[in-house]
């Protein structure tokens, strides 16, 4: 059964202080891991898709990672603005999307 | 270029009462999934249609049902509404084949 997990469950950052966000997870036949931002009560924003190990993508403050077994969110100098939670997915080949319960990020003023 | 659309925003129900929830997929889009997300939980996959049809479903029991129209639009369908029915209801959008899909603003269903 494929299955995610993601850590720390909450996240709180001062403004400019870098750090990770990691999803581990469990697939037969990875066709993509996905990250989104979802802000409280609405849908989740589709931030990026990661397809094999070693690959890496960027988008504004965000880096996203991917190995065999786990992908990291990296945040470079967060801005208030970036608090939201970041959810994590994966999608094995003939299967749906299966997405982790979330990181909580928290960036103070 | 409107993205993915779901009505009503906010829908609150009796147990055993039966609700429809709607979406409008974004403009290009063939395929529509549905989720039920519980509060400080990931989405959780019910079903996804293609062509009109139920293509894959989740483990949800068969009081879940749903429905695609020729225009892509879809309905979700609940009968015999319970407690813990109660969640956010996300819709998503994508292109048969593609991997990315794109979410709509959800519909907040609470059952009293």
């Known amino acids: 059964e494929d299955q995610v997990t993601q850590s720390p469950e909450a996240l709180r950052l001062q403004e400019g202080e870098s750090s990770s966000l990691n999803c581990s997870y469990t697939?037969?036949?990875?066709?993509?891991l996905f990250w989104y931002r979802q802000d409280p009560g609405k849908g989740p924003e589709f931030l990026f898709t990661?397809?094999?190990a070693g690959e890496e993508k960027e988008k504004e403050r965000l880096k996203a990672t991917l190995t065999k077994k786990e992908s990291f969110l990296h945040i470079t100098a967060p801005k208030p603005e970036d608090s939201a939670t970041y959810l994590c997915?994966?999608?094995?080949?003939?299967?749906?999307?299966?997405f982790g319960p979330g990181t909580r990020l928290s960036v103070l003023p | 270029d409107a993205g993915v659309t779901q009505s009503p925003t906010h829908l609150i129900k009796t147990r055993g009462q039966q609700v429809t929830l709607r979406c409008s997929p974004k403009s290009g889009h063939d395929t529509v999934s549905w989720y039920q997300q519980a509060l400080g939980q990931g989405p959780q996959f019910i079903f996804q249609y293609y062509e009109e049809e139920e293509r894959q479903r989740g483990n949800f029991p068969d009081r879940f049902s749903g429905h695609q129209f020729p225009n892509y639009s879809s309905e979700l369908n609940v009968n015999a509404l319970l407690l813990g029915d109660s969640a956010l209801y996300l819709c998503?959008?994508?292109?048969?084949?593609?991997?990315?899909?794109?979410f709509g603003p959800g519909t907040r269903l609470t059952v009293t």
């Open positions: 998503a959008s994508s292109l048969s084949g593609e991997n990315e899909q794109y």
């Open positions: 997915a994966v999608r094995a080949y003939g299967q749906n999307f299966v």
């Open positions: 990661l397809y094999s």
């Open positions: 697939v037969s036949g990875l066709r993509g």
